[in-house]
């Protein structure tokens, strides 16, 4: 479950909720329902599946070998959407996420970044152990009068080696939470994790890209 509060400067808020259903195996399958669209990543198999449940249709992508390839170098933007969790290190579902890299000293290096442990926690009946981030951006660096705080904490589970909770809190973005709900132990059939026989294979073979980067250099002037 995953919810955003957005406080507007009327005092208004936005606030949207998202419930998703989300399954892994020991060989590392994910399964994740959103709504009517279904997204099974089979690493071992090396394709992932799209399903439409309302045509009963299905979209075929080949993984792309991560084996080969280097990163670009500074003064680079990316675009990304791959199989992750939502805070890194987990494995626990597909998000969208945007990261900028600026290279240079400049303000942006003059960001101030403290980690610390909250220790250990259960959640939904499973132990977690937490850490919160705090990232000050002095006044001036993105055209702010005043220091801006963002605080992050993130709560994870050595037993089922994933994320359980997360949360943020962004004076420029607003709040967002994320919590692993219900949680069942237990290998899931794999069933679970291959097309279903009534579906029409709409497309396949397609190269990727599961994980899309775009790549956009500053140009000199």
Do not use: C
């Amino acid at each position: 479950m995953t919810e955003s509060v957005q406080q507007l400067v009327d005092r208004n808020r936005i606030v949207s909720k998202r419930t998703e259903v989300y399954a892994r195996d020991g060989e590392g399958r994910t399964r994740r329902e959103m709504g009517p669209v279904t997204f099974i990543h089979d690493p071992v198999a090396k394709v992932e599946w799209v399903l439409e449940a309302h045509k009963k249709t299905a979209r075929k992508m080949i993984l792309p070998d991560m084996g080969s390839g280097t990163w670009p170098g500074k003064n680079v933007m990316f675009f990304n959407r791959e199989m992750m969790p939502p805070a890194a290190g987990g494995g626990t579902a597909m998000v969208r996420t945007f990261s900028r890299t600026v290279a240079g000293s400049g303000e942006m290096g003059k960001f101030e970044t403290k980690t610390e442990p909250l220790g250990k926690r259960m959640i939904e009946g499973i132990e977690a152990e937490g850490t919160r981030t705090s990232v000050t951006i002095p006044a001036g660096a993105v055209g702010n009068e005043l220091p801006m705080m963002t605080v992050s904490e993130r709560w994870m589970s050595a037993e089922l080696k994933t994320v359980v909770m997360t949360s943020r809190k962004d004076p420029q973005a607003g709040d967002t939470t994320y919590k692993l709900t219900n949680p069942r132990k237990g290998e899931p059939s794999r069933l679970f994790f291959e097309l279903p026989a009534d579906y029409t294979v709409e497309r396949e073979n397609i190269t990727g890209p599961v994980i899309q980067r775009m790549r956009i250099e500053k140009k000199n002037d």
